[in-house]
């Protein structure tokens, strides 16, 4: 990610690919767990959620980014 860490000065634009980074780790963690429990029990929850939670914060950190990005552009 090309944003740097939010200061205490900055402004609302460095916290939102945190901030969506982190909503989007734990909607992916709940949905990991929920698939990984229906398909085949605890162990699979466990992985299930942790890779989904990573992934999805991923992908929303940079989505996020990309998107202040473009709109600072303009």
């Not at 000065?9 to 460095?14: C, I, L």
């Not at 085949?40 to 990309?66: R, S, T």
């Amino acid at each position: 990610m090309s944003v740097p860490a939010p200061s205490r000065t900055g402004s609302v634009w460095r916290w939102l690919p945190w901030l969506a980074s982190g909503a989007a780790g734990v909607l992916g963690a709940w949905a990991g767990w929920r698939f990984g429990n229906q398909v085949a029990g605890l162990w699979l929850a466990v992985i299930a959620a942790a890779n989904c939670g990573v992934l999805f914060a991923l992908l929303a950190g940079h989505a996020a980014d990309w998107l202040i990005e473009r709109l600072r552009r303009r």
